[in-house]
T-cell receptor, first 111, second 114 residues
Framework: QQPVQSPQAVILREGEDAVINCSSS?????VHWYRQKHGEAPVFLMI???GGEQKGHEKISASFNEKKQQSSLYLTASQLSYSGTYFC????????????WGAGTKLIIKP | GAGVSQSPRYKVTKRGQDVALRCDPI?????LYWYRQALGQGPEFLTY????????KSGLPNDRFSAERPEGSISTLTIQRTEQRDSAMYRC???FGRGNTEAFFGQGTRLTVV
């Protein structure tokens, strides 16, 4: 079952913060976050495995809630290079190692 | 190689023709995934290999689609009797292990069926 990402799109000024959410109707085994720039391949950001886990990657961090049904990606002091579409890929206990991907959140950063 | 390599980058074919899309994963990567990605959408799982074994092909749309990875390295996705609805970006990804490891995506093959 496809996870729900919100918002679908967000426009920010450089330096502003954004939060992207990824929700599932059932408990997840893991959540993977990727960023894809226009015309390019998706690029790995981070994986979260444990309920309550938080991870950081420069000014991009993510959390995985205790029930393991929602993950949020936090972008602070956004830079022009953060523009792109952000996808979460989710894995459940019975998904046989395959990821089910959300529809993506398009992030536009304006100078 | 340095990254996941896919060929061709672009393929235009006539309806009814067969096409073969190639993926050369990062050396040493055990797992290989095929996805289809529509414009503005997330990747859609097609099939997955662990070494040469096809572990899951539940995402293949119908029996016109098949994939192989005979020596546990290069993989080929074949679409027989192509239809216009097969037009899409086909992406390959590889990872060192299965499950919770970083996947590296190739640049994809843009297939257009006319």
């Amino acid at each position: 079952q496809q996870p729900v990402q919100s918002p679908q799109a967000v426009i920010l000024r450089e330096g502003e913060d954004a939060v992207i959410n990824c929700s599932s109707s059932k408990a997840l085994y893991s959540v993977h976050w990727y960023r894809q720039k226009h015309g390019e391949a998706p690029v790995f950001l981070m994986i979260l495995l444990k309920g309550g886990e938080q991870k950081g990657h420069e000014k991009i961090s993510a959390s995985f809630n205790e029930k393991k049904q929602q993950s949020s990606l936090y972008l602070t002091a956004s830079q022009l290079s953060y523009s792109g579409t952000y996808f979460c890929g989710t894995e459940t206990m019975d998904s046989n190692y395959q990821l089910i991907w959300g529809a993506g959140t398009k992030l536009i950063i304006k100078p | 190689g340095a990254g996941v390599s896919q060929s061709p980058r672009y393929k235009v074919t006539k309806r009814g023709q067969d096409v073969a899309l190639r993926c050369d994963p990062i050396s040493g990567h055990v797992s290989l995934y095929w996805y289809r990605q529509a414009l503005g959408q997330g990747p859609e799982f097609l099939t997955y290999f662990n070494y040469e074994a096809q572990q899951d092909k539940s995402g293949l749309p119908n029996d016109r689609f098949s994939a192989e990875r005979p020596e546990g390295s290069i993989s080929t996705l074949t679409i027989q009797r192509t239809e216009q609805r097969d037009s899409a970006m086909y992406r390959c990804a590889s990872s060192f292990g299965r499950g919770n490891t970083e996947a590296f995506f190739g640049q994809g093959t843009r297939l257009t069926v006319v």
